[in-house]
């Protein structure tokens, strides 16, 4: 079992930044592949980014590449997921995620353990 919680979301204008984390407890983290999915009211949680158990691969989705840099820190048992240069189609309520599967996915069915959600607003 692994408790995930999310931090650092709130309200940015156009073209600001934030960075969320992840905080884990429970079991080893360093066993999980950690991603971010974000899900606005009537859509699919959507994929953003994910990190692989080391932290040596990196996956993002096309919307986000460029913009978004997600990290992790082991010893800390904590994810990052730096936001810059946001748009308002970023609003969205942010979820870290974390997968027991060998490799990350971005599907959200590889993933066993789910935080409560962070709420990222960006103002036009």
């Known amino acids: 079992q692994v408790q995930l919680v999310e931090s650092g979301g709130g309200l940015v204008q156009a073209g600001g930044s934030l960075r969320l984390s992840c905080a884990a407890s429970?079991?080893?983290?360093?066993?999980?592949?950690i991603a971010w999915f974000r899900q606005t009211p009537g859509k699919e949680r959507e994929f953003v980014a994910a990190?692989?158990?080391?932290?040596?691969?990196?996956y993002y989705a096309d919307s986000v590449k460029g913009r978004f840099t997600i990290s992790r820190d082991n010893a800390k048992s904590t994810v990052y997921l730096q936001m810059v240069s946001l748009k308002p189609e970023d609003t969205a309520v942010y979820y870290c995620a974390a997968s027991k599967t060998a490799g990350c996915y971005s599907g959200y069915g590889y993933y066993d353990y789910w935080g409560q959600g962070t709420q990222v607003t960006v103002s036009s």
């Open positions: 429970g079991r080893t983290f360093s066993n999980y592949c």
């Open positions: 990190i692989s158990r080391s932290g040596g691969g990196t």
